[in-house]
């Protein structure tokens, strides 16, 4: 079995910071990409940022210059730090993971079950 469990969600004034956390658990032989997606109600679930196991990270224009993914691949943990928070940054943020856990078997997409972030104005 294999968990992704997220912290670090709240409510925060537009202009604040918030820093989430994503720690992956259980069998687990590799873990390729790590990413953050949110989605609000009515819209599809969208991408906010993504890391390599190599560093290489990619952002959605919304968020660039704003938001910087890490990670610790000792910790099998992935890191989302918020700057300059809007209100149209609230959504319901979830991690995901691209993980492999025999070697055998292929690396199967995981998700976080989600945490929540708002921005009031």
């Known amino acids: 079995q294999v968990q992704l469990v997220e912290s670090g969600g709240g409510l925060v004034q537009a202009g604040g910071s918030l820093r989430l956390s994503c720690a992956a658990s259980?069998?687990?032989?590799?873990?390729?990409?790590m990413g953050w997606y949110r989605q609000t109600p009515g819209k599809q679930r969208e991408l906010v940022a993504t890391?390599?196991?190599?560093?290489?990270?990619d952002y959605a224009d919304s968020v660039k210059g704003r938001f910087t993914i890490s990670r610790d691949n000792a910790k099998k943990t992935v890191y989302l730090q918020m700057n300059a928070l809007k209100p149209e940054d609230t959504a319901v943020y979830y991690c995901?993971?691209?993980?492999?856990?025999?070697?055998?078997?292929?690396?199967?997409?995981?998700w976080g079950q989600g945490t929540q972030v708002t921005v009031s104005s």
């Open positions: 995901n993971a691209a993980i492999k856990m025999t070697s055998w078997l292929p690396f199967r997409d995981y």
């Open positions: 259980g069998n687990i032989v590799s873990i390729a990409a």
């Open positions: 890391t390599t196991a190599g560093g290489s990270t």
